[in-house]
């Protein structure tokens, strides 16, 4: 058996299906609350898909800003294999199907054929270093950023100085060459 499970994840909340095969869904969908009762039912369901097929499915969701964060740290904890797809290659795999509906259960199916289909990577916990690198980057972007907008804020002032100098300049030099 090769059983996965798809998460579609939400504001609060999250769908939940899983398949055991390709084709093959286990029970109906149901929807977990993004709190303690509601992850620690998702590792019960969990551990029960792992129980009928005697392997730990891995766990299929999308990125959704920070909406599962609560999500991925509390399942690393029991050491799920986490698969984090990009939000664009799961809109490309659900606009390839023929049927156009849009519910988070059908989202949470998509999940599962994707695992099927393609070959994801699994999620890597970034360490201290590269967050702390990832947001030096971005300070580092603002700030050079804001520091082009200014160049550019100063030599407007300077041509405008400039061109005020040169009128000043004018009025005063040629009253006194007409003496």
């Known amino acids: 058996m090769n059983p996965v499970i798809g998460l579609d994840v939400s504001k609060g909340e999250s769908q939940v299906q899983a398949y055991l095969e390709k084709g093959m869904p286990y029970r109906k969908s149901f929807s977990i609350t993004h709190d303690l009762d ?6 019960k369901f969990l551990r029960e898909v792992e129980n009928h097929t ?23 904890q029991f050491q799920y294999l986490l698969i984090i797809v990009n939000p664009l290659i799961a809109y490309k795999a659900k606009s390839s199907s023929l049927r156009k509906v849009k519910t988070d259960a059908i989202d949470a199916v998509h999940l599962c054929e994707l695992y099927y289909k393609e070959e994801l990577d699994p999620y890597k916990k970034r360490g201290i270093q590269l967050l702390n690198l990832r947001n030096l980057t971005r300070q580092h972007e603002a700030l050079y950023q804001s520091h082009i907008l200014s160049l550019g804020m100063y030599i407007h002032l300077l041509l405008q100085y400039k061109e005020h100098l040169s009128k000043l300049k004018a009025d005063f030099v040629l009253p006194h060459l007409s003496v």
């Not at 509601?38 to 590792?43: K, M, N």
């Not at 299929?60 to 599962?68: C, F, Q, R, S």
């Open 54 to 76: 005697g392997q730990k499915p891995p766990v299929v969701l999308e990125a959704t800003g920070h909406y599962h964060i609560p999500v991925v740290q509390h399942l690393e």
């Open 38 to 43: 509601g992850l620690e039912l998702l590792v």
